[in-house]
């Protein structure tokens, strides 16, 4: 027989209250969108920033010999390699403050210290968050329209290299595969000016051959990826925010009414 009341048993069970509540009190949608954001927003910035630097690389290498001709794309690079510094900081501490509003919006937080007052600073805030959360959203559907751009180039030529070696295994003919080209300049990375622009035939066979062009298709592939993890961390932010602006007004009108 084990008795109905011990105090080791009532103390267990409090603590296991207290965990209960403690967990609950978690905001787990937002947990998982910041977990998200840092994971996309680190994959995207580390990724992007080597494979810009390894793309002025390609350029210089094989599209244009006349440094005057990149000069655009390379400062291009530089200043975006600075706009990444600040994008993964910028992230990092805004996701924090998405996350601790999470926290604070938390119904299960405000049902553990008691009775919840919704003041006109608190409807403020959350209100602030969504609409730059909805702001935010928008500017990196767009980054991440652009985070496609050089896939679609590097992926082109690829397949181009591919139709090379085809070309190659089917006709001895150095003529054969020669007209098969890809051009820098039709994808806006160089001028139409530039010499040469484009590369041809088994030279760009060669190119594709190489590991730095290996390595620079993979980076864009993971940055792409990472665009496309943040992006849907900006959805689940946009969900959290929203839920929590609308728990906040419906707490405000409820503390009015008592």
Partial sequence: MIP????????????YDCC??????????????TLLCFSGVALFCGCGHVALTETEKLVEMYFAHNHQDYIILANFVQYFQYVIYGLASFFFLYCILLLAEGFYTTSAIKQTY???RSTRCGRCISTTFVVVTYILTVIWLVVFAFSAVPVY???????TCHTINLLTES??????????????????LLPWNATPG???GLTLAAICKTKQFFLTYDLYVAAFAGAGITLLALFVYVIATTYNFAVMRFMGRKSMTR
Avoid at 4 to 13: A, E, V
Avoid at 25 to 32: A, K, M, N, Q
């Fill in 114 to 116: 008691g009775d919840y």
């Fill in 4 to 15: 109905s009341k011990q105090p080791w048993l009532l103390g267990s069970s409090g603590c």
């Fill in 198 to 200: 484009k590369v041809c």
């Fill in 20 to 33: 209960v509540r403690c967990l609950g009190g978690i905001p787990y949608v937002s947990l998982v969108a």
């Fill in 171 to 188: 006709s001895s003919s150095l003529n054969q595969h020669g007209w098969v080209c890809i051009d820098a300049r039709q994808y806006g």
């Fill in 153 to 159: 180039f590097l992926y082109n030529m690829s397949f």
